[in-house]
């Protein structure tokens, strides 16, 4: 596969349920980010990764827990949800944060996620 | 946080006609990003502009970034159902490596 794959394509889960959501980059890129998308808002920064270390938390409930095992690879755990959390959850790649700027991201299909 | 201001917001329009939208901010950016956005995917790059002024054209599509490096705009021309998505622009404010997105304008071309 190329490009970033995310995994599931759709969650539902109820607010006491514990899930995780998936990312995984075949481009060699060293910076990973997770979006959270709502209609009728700007893209929503939530965390960064360059080289595997975390450089941005954007004042992230601690209910969602980020994890970058490798450059590779990045899971956002997700824990006792609230309903406004229901969103498309996007994952984004670049080579390094520089790149980034002049570029361009590649993102994922994202994961539709409902809270009931 | 600087903003980007995207207008207009919605757009629905017939095949063949040309529309220009517009991103604006009152901040200066390193580089202006376009992205496409379709139902139920991910944002696709489309084009990066980083010095004022400049022009890049992409098949039907002619995206301009303004001489002060605080606006662009994206003019579709003879607009075709496949060009139907959220457009988004996203600013790079250099030192932050962070992009800036606006809230996006939704095209709809009928056949």
């Given at each position: 596969?190329?490009?970033?794959?995310?995994?599931?394509?759709?969650?539902?889960m109820?607010?006491?349920n514990k899930k995780s959501l998936?990312?995984?980059?075949?481009?060699?890129?060293?910076?990973?980010?997770?979006?959270?998308?709502?209609?009728?808002?700007?893209?929503?920064?939530?965390?960064?990764?360059?080289?595997?270390?975390?450089?941005?938390?954007?004042?992230?409930?601690?209910r969602f827990?980020?994890?970058?095992?490798?450059?590779?690879?990045?899971?956002l755990h997700l824990h006792?949800l609230?309903?406004?959390d229901?969103?498309?959850?996007?994952?984004?790649?670049?080579?390094?944060?520089?790149?980034?700027?002049?570029?361009?991201?590649?993102?994922?299909?994202?994961?539709?996620l409902?809270?009931? | 946080?600087?903003?980007?201001?995207?207008?207009?917001?919605?757009?629905?329009?017939?095949?063949?006609?040309?529309?220009?939208?517009?991103?604006?901010?009152?901040?200066?950016?390193?580089?202006?990003?376009?992205?496409?956005?379709?139902?139920?995917?991910?944002?696709?790059?489309?084009?990066?502009?980083?010095?004022?002024?400049?022009?890049?054209?992409?098949?039907?599509?002619?995206?301009?970034?303004?001489?002060?490096?605080?606006?662009?705009?994206?003019?579709?021309?003879?607009?075709?159902?496949?060009?139907?998505?959220?457009?988004?622009?996203?600013?790079?404010?250099?030192?932050?490596?962070?992009?800036?997105?606006?809230?996006?304008?939704?095209?709809?071309?009928?056949?």
């Amino acid at each position: 596969e190329t490009g970033v794959t995310q995994t599931p394509r759709h969650l539902v889960m109820g607010m006491t349920n514990k899930k995780s959501l998936k990312c995984e980059q075949h481009l060699g890129h060293n910076a990973m980010y997770w979006y959270k998308q709502s209609a009728k808002k700007p893209l929503e920064l939530m965390f960064v990764y360059n080289f595997k270390e975390q450089t941005e938390n954007n004042s992230v409930p601690s209910r969602f827990s980020p994890e970058c095992p490798n450059s590779s690879h990045l899971f956002l755990h997700l824990h006792t949800l609230q309903p406004e959390d229901s969103a498309l959850y996007l994952c984004a790649s670049s080579q390094d944060l520089r790149a980034g700027d002049y570029y361009g991201y590649t993102f994922g299909s994202g994961t539709r996620l409902t809270v009931v | 946080t600087q903003l980007l201001e995207q207008s207009p917001q919605f757009l629905s329009i017939q095949e063949g006609e040309n529309l220009t939208v517009y991103c604006n901010s009152s901040s200066v950016f390193s580089s202006l990003q376009w992205y496409r956005q379709e139902p139920g995917e991910g944002p696709v790059l489309l084009v990066t502009v980083v010095t004022g002024g400049e022009v890049k054209k992409l098949k039907r599509l002619t995206f301009q970034f303004g001489d002060a490096r605080k606006d662009s705009s994206l003019h579709i021309t003879a607009a075709q159902p496949g060009d139907t998505g959220l457009y988004l622009c996203a600013g790079g404010e250099g030192g932050s490596y962070i992009p800036t997105f606006g809230r996006g304008t939704s095209l709809i071309v009928h056949p």
